[in-house]
């Protein structure tokens, strides 16, 4: 039934569709669910060549037992507001962050940022990480200092004498873009580069040459669509201004990533 766990009937039938060589949105329709349930189930369960169907629901038990169960959550913390089931937002998380780490990011920080994704704060202390997510103070710390890096997170201390939290800003997304057209422009930059050491009229130069004006398109085409939904979403608060502190300190404005101005990534690259 969509919108429910995966069955050990579910998972031996996944493991079928993939011994006879389907593919997961066939292997989907099969047992009647989303493809991107069926992706996200092969991905965490050591992908298409070792899924096993009863490892996978050995290793889901696991993950079941482990899960805390409800919590007195510490002073200050988000309540769960009223009429929302904490059940399905604990499953809604798990599942983002296993999209996230199939998208690349490392399992611990995707956990993190998920977490702190679905709590209206947006905020939380390292020791309510720490009780939230079940594990060592340890693995926050590298959890976090690897979001730091990627300025997906940041530390605020409201007041001398308070204990520091992490704090997922409103623009993360903005900046996590415009990091991406940054890399796009360093990307066209060194190609291009390569492409005169070669000579733009022999193959290699020529290949280079173009992987570098695509690059540069699609970083500034990038670039433009995030600044300009930016602009949109910073007058849409201007209308309606932010009413918590939670609201106002992730609302608050940053500059773009370190070593990339507005103008150079908007502009036309060289």
């Not at 766990?5 to 579910?10: A, Y």
């Not at 997304?173 to 009229?201: C, H, I, K, V």
């Not at 699609?218 to 609201?247: D, E």
């Not at 609302?251 to 908007?266: F, V």
């Amino acid at each position: 039934m969509p919108g429910s766990r995966l069955s050990p009937q579910d998972r031996q039938a996944i493991a079928t569709g993939l011994a006879e060589g389907l593919d997961y949105a066939a292997i989907a329709r099969r047992i009647a669910r989303p493809t991107s349930t069926v992706t996200r189930e092969i991905a965490r369960n050591g992908g298409p060549a070792r899924y096993r169907a009863e490892t996978a629901q050995r290793a889901t038990l696991r993950r079941a037992r482990r899960r805390p169960g409800p919590t007195r959550l510490p002073e200050g913390s988000a309540q769960i507001p009223e009429g929302r089931d904490p059940a399905a937002v604990a499953e809604f998380a798990d599942r983002f962050a296993d999209l996230l780490t199939h998208l690349g990011l490392p399992r611990m920080a995707a956990r993190v940022l998920s977490c702190l994704y679905v709590t209206d704060t947006g905020r939380l202390t390292s020791a309510e990480l720490v009780q939230r997510l079940a594990v060592s103070p340890a693995s926050i710390s590298k959890a976090v200092g690897y979001l730091e890096a990627q300025e997906l997170i940041r530390r605020v201390r409201e007041e001398p004498g308070r204990r520091e939290s992490y704090l997922i800003d409103d623009d993360v997304w903005y900046r996590s873009m415009l990091a991406a057209a940054q890399r796009n422009a360093l990307l066209a930059e060194f190609t291009r580069d390569g492409a005169a050491l070669l000579g733009p009229a022999t193959p290699a130069g020529e290949r280079l040459d173009t992987a570098a004006a695509f690059l540069a398109e699609i970083g500034t085409v990038l670039a433009r669509a995030v600044i300009a939904g930016a602009a949109q979403k910073g007058a849409r608060r201007t209308a309606r201004p932010a009413t918590s502190q939670g609201a106002r300190l992730r609302s608050a404005p940053r500059p773009p990533p370190s070593g990339c101005s507005r103008a150079q990534l908007s502009g036309n690259s060289k």
